[in-house]
């Protein structure tokens, strides 16, 4: 695990650290970089303009971690409205989420009950919710809560793979046994030694490993990372093996490396950007800045300049 990453992902819960991300206007800035709005309106009005270039979007209302199951219900109704308004603003009812932002903190069962609840109406729209993955504490449940739903809506619902867990090989091979869609990432939490991989060149390396066992025999597998050499790869791998365009697809976060996403939606590839709107927008923020030494040298700068 990168030693900026665990310090800034240490560091972030500190009620005066927060205060200068939430408050100071150049940290702010940074801020709007990774988030579409905090509203869906604001973020509707970002992904029109991101579809008009052909960018296939994913939507996420910022949140986790809730500890009531009001709260866990409040998600659910956000989350329907987000499906019925794409589908009636004529963008693809893609959307993302956090069992824990639906209640998984408060039982498995609450959790199960909330996706059903937004799976039906995904279905009834025809639209895709990806289940994103958390910290390491929750990857079995959310593996296992998986399961059962894709059972119910093997059409609408996909799930998340890091690829610095030890346990991710096996979780790929019972995905693509199940013919699941995966999003493979590296990972973005702090994690120990005993779960994850820590140097970043071994995470690398089982990325490339898992991501072509993905698109030899995965089901529309999603290439989520913004690592050129990765990128390089994937292409390079699919050309020799005749694997085509429309059997996978990229997908990156939204603001970070911008022009690579329209370069490669422009090479004919497909390319899903993850966009994030809410006012809850703390916790996914500090684990972009954790990700890029620079933006954590930036955060610094401003907070030493107060
Ligand atoms: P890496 O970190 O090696 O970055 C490669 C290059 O990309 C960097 O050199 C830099 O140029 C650029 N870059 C990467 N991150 C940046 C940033 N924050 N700011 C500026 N530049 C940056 N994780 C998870 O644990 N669970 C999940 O559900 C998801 N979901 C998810 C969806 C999508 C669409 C993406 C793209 C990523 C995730 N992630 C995730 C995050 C993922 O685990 C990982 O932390 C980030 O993608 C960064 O890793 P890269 O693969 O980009 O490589």
Redesign the pocket.
């Known amino acids: 695990m990168n030693i900026t990453r665990r310090a800034v992902l240490g560091i972030a819960d500190r009620p005066k650290v927060r205060e200068v991300f939430e408050t100071n206007p150049q940290a702010r800035k940074l801020v709007e970089r990774f988030i579409a709005g905090e509203t869906l309106d604001d973020a509707l009005k970002v992904g029109r303009d991101l579809a008009s270039q052909g960018i296939d979007l994913?939507f996420d209302q910022l949140g986790e971690n809730v500890n009531s199951e009001a709260a866990a219900s409040a998600a659910v109704v956000g989350y329907v409205d987000t499906l019925r308004q794409l589908r009636a603003n004529d963008l693809e009812p893609n959307i993302?989420v956090k069992l824990t932002m639906l209640g998984m903190d408060l039982g498995d069962q609450v959790a199960i009950d909330n996706m059903v609840r937004i799976l039906e109406v995904a279905n009834e729209v025809n639209g895709f919710v990806r289940i994103?993955?958390?910290g390491s504490d929750y990857t079995e449940r959310t593996m296992r809560i998986f399961t059962g739903l894709h059972d119910r809506f093997p059409e609408n619902v996909g799930i998340?793979i890091?690829a610095y867990l030890h346990r991710a090989a096996q979780d790929v091979i019972d995905m693509i046994e199940r013919g699941a869609r995966v999003?493979l990432?590296?990972?973005?939490?702090a994690e120990p030694e005993s779960v994850a991989i820590q140097s970043?060149k071994e995470v690398?390396e089982n990325f490339r490993m898992l991501m072509r066992h993905l698109m030899d025999k995965g089901t529309f597998p999603a290439i989520?990372?913004?690592?050129?050499h990765?990128i390089d790869d994937a292409i390079d791998y699919a050309r020799k093996n005749t694997i085509t365009p429309d059997r996978y697809e990229f997908?990156?976060?939204y603001g970070?490396?911008t022009s690579e996403q329209l370069r490669l939606k422009k090479a004919g590839y497909n390319m899903?950007v993850?966009l994030p709107f809410g006012t809850e927008w703390y916790a996914y923020y500090t684990?972009?800045?954790a990700?890029?030494p620079s933006?954590a040298f930036f955060v610094l700068r401003q907070m030493l300049d107060r």
């Open positions: 994913t993302s994103d993955m958390e998340v890091q999003r990432v590296k990972g973005a939490y970043k690398d989520a990372t913004h690592d050129p990765l997908q990156m976060l970070v490396r899903r993850y684990r972009r800045i990700e890029r933006n």
